[in-house]
């Protein structure tokens, strides 16, 4: 089992910045892709961003390349996501994912985190 525990959401002005964590235990880091998921009111849940298990390969959203950033550290057991510029349609429920195959760590992860609510206003 992996357990993951999002962190870094929050309330923030369009245009402005967040970083959300995710920190992983329970399984070795370093072998798991990782990923982040949203959820906005009333949609379906839908893939951000993925990173392999070394941090050399990076996957994104076609239309949110540019703003977000995935990364990870080993080390810490962490993976990370840095969202610039962010609008109201940001606004959603963030998932950390892990997934041991990374063809599916973008469709259908093997664990899930709880979320951590962004919102963006205005």
């Known amino acids: 089992q992996v357990q993951l525990v999002e962190s870094g959401g929050g309330l923030v002005q369009a245009g402005g910045s967040l970083r959300l964590s995710c920190a992983a235990s329970?399984?070795?880091?370093?072998?798991?892709?990782m990923g982040w998921f949203r959820q906005a009111p009333g949609k379906e849940r839908e893939f951000v961003a993925a990173?392999?298990?070394?941090?050399?390969?990076?996957y994104y959203k076609d239309s949110l390349k540019g703003r977000f950033t995935i990364s990870r550290d080993n080390a810490k057991n962490s993976v990370y996501l840095q969202m610039n510029s962010l609008k109201s349609e940001d606004t959603a429920v963030y998932y950390c994912?892990?997934?041991?195959?990374?063809?599916?760590?973008?469709?259908?992860?093997?664990?899930w985190g709880q979320g951590t609510q962004v919102t963006v206003s205005s």
């Open positions: 994912a892990a997934g041991i195959r990374i063809a599916t760590v973008r469709t259908f992860p093997d664990y």
């Open positions: 329970g399984r070795t880091f370093s072998n798991y892709h």
């Open positions: 990173i392999s298990s070394s941090g050399g390969d990076t």
